[in-house]
């Protein structure tokens, strides 16, 4: 039993939902990722030109303007990180009164001498314990203005790390707003894969920023961080980093994308039942109407009933079309079932009449057997299987008088209704001739020239027409274009017996006729037959043939006609098995006794 219409549309609505859900949520998370990183990035890009800039200050507040030169730096850098240790540990608080005193009196000396002094004989006249005093003093002063940039802004750290071969990942200076900076001395497990800025920055050193976020320098989090390189003896020394902290804006960011998935998925539900609502009015319900008016029409046929519902769909859509349609579809199939009707009569009519055609060819060829009852010298038995209703093949056979007995056999070149006339007209003059006395070739000149003179459809026909003294053996037979025949003498086996063709008859109205002669031994068989025996197939690639035929009489060579014809055809249908008969199946045989 079927399902109703209405639960199907139910199912379908369900359908569509569930489609439609699932597209637009991903639709809406895929809209609010977007935009979610457009923000972001768009938020961090604004941040540039801050960063750099207080980037440039740093580097103009903290080495342009404490180092003379690059050499300076370069000493100040190499000795903080050769003595971490030594510059971490609390200052002597005698140190600085020291120091002052060294320093007074070294420039003293510089102003006698005319100014003789340097800064690089002033550092290698100190003491051990003054060098490191002057190394510490002057990299508290780098960090005092790291802690200033990084508190006169918003950013989270600023560091100094070295990025040589030597000593990549070394902290030289850190100041954090969390208080957890590194120390001089500390190192930054840097993997410069996950950080292509300072990679950058080290394969083409220059005056510029490079900019990246990072998710481990310089801790855990989420930063962005801009570069300024340290460029000493055009390779890059080292980088200094102002990082900011971008977690807060992500948790809010995040916190803001999860309302609107939140309002959007809600938007879209009730978008979605509103659709619902408006699909079902306007097409489901019009679709159920239909389906049920189809439903009821293809068991009542009543088509005014069709017409009459369908005018109460007044959807202005498909669906009201569909219906216009379906009205004329169910007038057209009341047109169409008229035309089936009377012409399934016709077709009955003309079944009827083949169906008599066929009896009445049928009762035109000689089909009582045997054939003479009361000669028992000869033996003679023939039939046809016509491929359609009718059929073109026709054989004939008749004593012209006690001894001789005329025998044939004709294929005729179409099927089907007009082979069959062209058949009874060939057989009756064929005849009608022989009946008369005339020789075979003169019987087949004769009825070519009846028939080749009003031939307009250009049909023909095939024959073999032999006369047989019963006494002797002795035939006399002509051969118009038809297939040679098989005989079989006494003791032997049946062989192919390729005579002498003559044109088909109907061809050409002057064709002339030859005949030849041969005899048939006491106890020889003489086998006929038309071309659908050897061509009888399954397969085109793979015809019966004359080898199968031959072998299929041999298997009964001694058989009167009636058990040979009857075992040829069994051989042929079990050869042939489903498929089709492909073309009329007609055979004589005649047996002397």
């Not at 369900?14 to 935009?35: C, D, E, K």
């Not at 005018?311 to 349609?325: A, M, P, R, T, W």
């Not at 019966?544 to 040829?568: H, I, M, S, Y």
Request: net charge negative.
């Amino acid at each position: 039993m079927s399902e109703k219409p209405g639960k199907k549309n139910q199912k379908l609505l369900i359908q569509i939902g569930l489609i439609l859900l699932p597209v637009f949520t991903v639709l809406i998370i895929a809209v609010s990722w977007m935009m979610y990183n457009s923000t972001v990035n768009g938020f961090l890009e604004a941040q540039r030109t801050n960063m750099e800039t207080s980037l440039e200050e740093t580097v103009s507040s903290s080495f342009r303007y404490l180092f003379t030169d690059d050499e300076e730096l370069r000493w100040f850098l190499d000795k903080w990180e050769q003595e971490p240790s030594a510059i971490l540990r609390e200052t002597d608080p005698e140190a600085a009164e020291r120091y002052q005193e060294y320093f007074d009196s070294f420039s003293d000396t510089a102003s006698n001498d005319e100014g003789s002094g340097s800064n690089k004989e002033f550092v290698e006249g100190l003491p051990d314990d003054l060098l490191v005093y002057y190394l510490k003093t002057r990299y508290d002063l780098i960090q005092l203005r790291f802690g200033d940039d990084v508190s006169a802004n918003r950013y989270d750290s600023l560091f100094l790390l070295d990025v040589s071969d030597e000593n990549r990942g070394f902290v030289i200076c850190e100041c954090s707003k969390d208080g957890t900076s590194k120390e001089l001395g500390s190192r930054f497990d840097i993997d410069l894969s996950k950080h292509p800025a300072i990679q950058k920055l080290i394969d083409a050193p220059g005056d510029r920023a490079e900019f990246e976020k990072s998710e481990d320098l310089p801790g855990p989090g989420d930063y962005y961080i801009a570069y300024m390189p340290v460029v000493l003896d055009g390779k890059t020394r080292a980088v200094i980093g102002i990082v900011y902290n971008w977690a807060d804006l992500r948790e809010t960011m995040n916190s803001s994308m999860l309302k609107a998935q939140l309002l959007g998925i809600g938007g879209l539900s009730l978008a979605m039942a509103i659709l619902l609502i408006v699909l079902y009015r306007r097409s489901i319900r019009p679709l159920t109407k239909i389906q049920s008016i189809v439903c009821d029409y293809t068991e009542s046929k009543n088509s005014a009933d069709v017409i009459s519902r369908m005018s109460e769909i007044k959807e202005h859509n498909e669906f009201g079309l569909l219906s216009d349609n379906i009205s004329e579809l169910a007038k057209a199939i009341d047109q169409y079932t008229g035309e089936i009707t009377e012409l399934t009569g016709e077709r009955e009519r003309a079944a009827a009449e083949l169906d008599m055609a066929r009896t009445i060819q049928a009762g035109q060829l000689p089909n009582k057997f045997p054939a003479f009852p009361d000669r028992t010298d000869f033996d003679i038995y023939a039939s046809m299987t016509p491929a359609r209703e009718v059929g073109g093949d026709f054989y004939d056979y008749l004593l012209i008088d006690d001894d001789h007995l005329a025998i044939v056999i004709a294929d005729v070149s179409d099927k089907g209704v007009p082979a069959a006339l062209f058949m009874m007209m060939s057989k009756i003059l064929i005849r009608t001739f022989t009946s008369m006395g005339l020789s075979p070739g003169e019987v087949l000149n004769r009825t070519n020239e009846t028939i080749a003179g009003n031939n307009k459809e250009r049909m023909f026909v095939t024959v073999w027409l032999g006369i047989l003294e019963i006494s002797t053996g002795k035939v006399t037979a002509a051969n118009a274009g038809h297939e040679y025949p098989m005989i079989r003498q006494p003791g032997g086996s049946f062989e192919l017996f390729k005579d002498k063709h003559g044109m088909v008859v109907g061809g050409l109205k002057k064709a002339k006729y030859s005949q030849y002669e041969f005899t048939l031994q006491k106890g020889g068989t003489l086998f006929l037959y038309t071309d659908g025996v050897p061509e009888a197939h399954k397969d085109p690639e793979d015809m019966f043939g004359f080898d199968r035929l031959l072998d299929a009489l041999d298997q009964t060579p001694d058989a009167p006609p009636k058990e040979l014809l009857e075992n040829v055809r069994s051989v042929v249908d079990r050869f042939v098995g489903d498929a089709p008969q492909f073309d009329d199946l007609t055979m004589v045989a005649v047996k002397l006794n």
